[in-house]
């Protein structure tokens, strides 16, 4: 069973600091061994902004050198970038969701995910299954 990583379990991994570390340094191992893990090419550009910005270089060049290694990335194409615009401005309005995560829901569906290891509860509101 494929499980989608997001920036947000990227980045608590990274992060000492942050509120769910030790949570997914716990999970992170075992996913690792079970596998596949999967992402697109959207999170990585998130995840290496926010980590750059707020860790610095170092924790960048183990994101990209390093966590990212054991994870397939999905190169998103014309058309999913497409569907999932047009899902994202339709719900413009409320706030919270964005381009990123509407481009990561679509992936899941069109590959057949139905976990993320993710600490943004939006993967749970639509209909995924939250590791850890």
Not at 39 to 64: D, F, I
Not at 73 to 94: C, I, K, T
């Amino acid at each position: 069973m494929s499980v989608f990583v997001d920036t947000s379990a990227l980045y608590a991994l990274l992060s000492r600091t942050d509120e769910n570390h030790r949570a997914a340094a716990a999970a992170f191992p075992e996913l690792r061994r079970r596998g596949p893990l999967v992402t697109h090419n959207y999170v990585v550009v998130e995840a290496a902004a926010l980590v750059h910005r707020r860790l610095g270089s170092a924790a960048v060049r183990a994101l990209l050198d390093d966590l990212l290694t054991p994870v397939e990335v999905v190169w998103v194409d014309p058309d999913l970038h497409a569907v999932a615009q047009a899902v994202f401005l339709a719900g413009a309005r409320r706030r919270g969701v964005s381009l990123v995560d509407r481009v990561s829901f679509e992936t899941m569906r069109r590959h057949g995910i139905a976990a993320a290891f993710a600490f943004d509860p939006d993967f749970a509101s639509e209909g995924f299954e939250l590791i850890p």
